[in-house]
């Protein structure tokens, strides 16, 4: 946290001369929490040596500033998710900053719902994955933004929210993999998934661009356009059939490969870019008695160690998921501190790992 | 919740006739967070009705009822935290509760600090799995618990501790892993990991025993007793080296494989209690290699995905994760709801998936 004007003494000098640490010297002088006697004493002493209380003392009544950072996640339960928070704790709690965290489910209610609880517990900022949805995407979040809450979009941006965002470099991710496996001769590539089906019938190339544009998840559009990219770049026509637009589980992935697999010209090659798209990609390629990588190559997003382990290993665009949480953190905590940048939009870019599920089509 | 008078209004019967959800009633009638002035209005006018403000709204404003469920976790990056946590999660919101995750990563200080802050954003309840430690564990905890704080302790008890609890029934869990890897004709089973050691030198049974019963995350010492009464009851003598007691890490689990692996009397099988010890096993299997399950064979703790899809598909003992985090939520809504039954301690069994990973010995 940067200190406006450095006469006066941070909150930290005076945890330190106090002997404890910066969130117990917050609880004391925020005038919330528990805290032991001997520790307040101690803060109220040191703050009134350094004449703290005639400054951040003061804005901190009058303010409410609690050291507390809002965290809204889509699914807790997804390893992505679960590690973008522990790197947002991490680097919240190296700052003195409190951490508190609200699943959405990917629900726009359930966001609202959980934006209004944490404005209600008074956070400083929040740190949300917004969900988007039809109606009135991210309410909330506008809301607490325009009253003032500092908010960091995290591993999505809205389209048309302007709060600061840290997402994963999504179209380069997706253009390196479709490179990649171009380079190892492969021209039917498929890419599970893609964007979110609208509306019935064929889908064309045009349909595709038009959804990747609009989609409101927008990891999920970025990786499309990388792919197309990469494609174009090679001049491999794009085939529609390759490009995963139904349901995003691990049966709509099944069904998908089931049906990529079965038709004419089948898929050589695979980009799947979440855990379940990996899964739903083995567990059919297995079921149709395909063997990786001779039979099938396979790039995964998924950097879990069960990737590793796997047989072949997977071939993985690893995503530096914890450093976005902490990244995400560093900016709020930054504007909670003063920061008046313009609005900050940090692309994290993948790494990947060469394990063996690549290989010339058969 | 349960409705101490019947002739009063309950907050679900105001929420009700004003035609809103519970905890949208709940934040107008607590008098936090944010609503739309027509629902306020509309909620106002029900509860003036229906005569509530005369009773549950006194209290409510008087007890500081916030609708809110603190929850303090050990790792939310670790999939079965994440799972304990989304079951929480939904079963409170299910109750018109919010819910809020503050990480402890094992560290006692780190949870006494999430405690605090949590009582200092006035959560009706706490849900936790304690760190243990050697000096005060739960301290947070136990101080939140006296001072009148509903708490339920998840996925361990701590001894001494008398909250409430729900629990993973660990010691069946690997007695009946045991038993089945002895069923399929092996004496020489590993498991990792044991209870943590204490102290240097060689290890007995006795040790073990010992490490096991002061063991303050309970479910480790509970898994080494379920174990150990497996090999009684075949009448095989405990070999303390085949008992994992080093570093709780993938890298530990791979030291301690391949010393297994290497000396004489090598094990002819794993029980893996964690996710990182089946990755270990795995990962050392390969480098030795060991081909599952003619060489080897394995039972894993861990429903990952990624375990089925595995070749072969890893036998796993299924525990309802999620199903206790759900569980823990029920207890503690109960006890905010007035449910004055002496201390419970649940118990949650798992269930065996057949997958392919074991095998007699080859």
Redesign the interface.
Known sequence: MTNPDPSRPTLSEVARRAGV?R?SAA?VLGN????SEHTRRRVLVAAAELGYETNELARSMSTGV?M?IGVVLA?????FF??V??GI?DAA?AAGY??????SDEDPE?ED??V??L???QVDGIIAAPAGGAHAPAA?LR?AHERGTAVVQVDRTLNGFDADAVVMDNRDAARTAAERLIAAGHRRVALAWGPARQGRGAVTADHLREWAGSSEISSVGERYLGYAAALEAAGIPLDPALVMTGEQT?EGVRRFARRALAGEGRPTAFIATE??AV?GV??EA?AAGLVLPADLSLIGFDD????????PPITTLRQPV?RLGEHAAEILIARLGGDRRPRVVDHLASETVDQGSVAPPG
Chains 1, 2 share one sequence.
């Open positions: 640490g969130s609880r919330y929490g528990s805290v609690t507390t699914d807790i339960a997804n390893p679960a590690a928070f522990r704790s709690r409190g951490t508190l965290l609200v699943n359930l719902e959980a209004r609880l404005v209600g517990k909330a809301w691990i855990v379940d899964i083995l567990a297995r879990s160690p069960w990737a590793s382990v796997h047989d914890q």
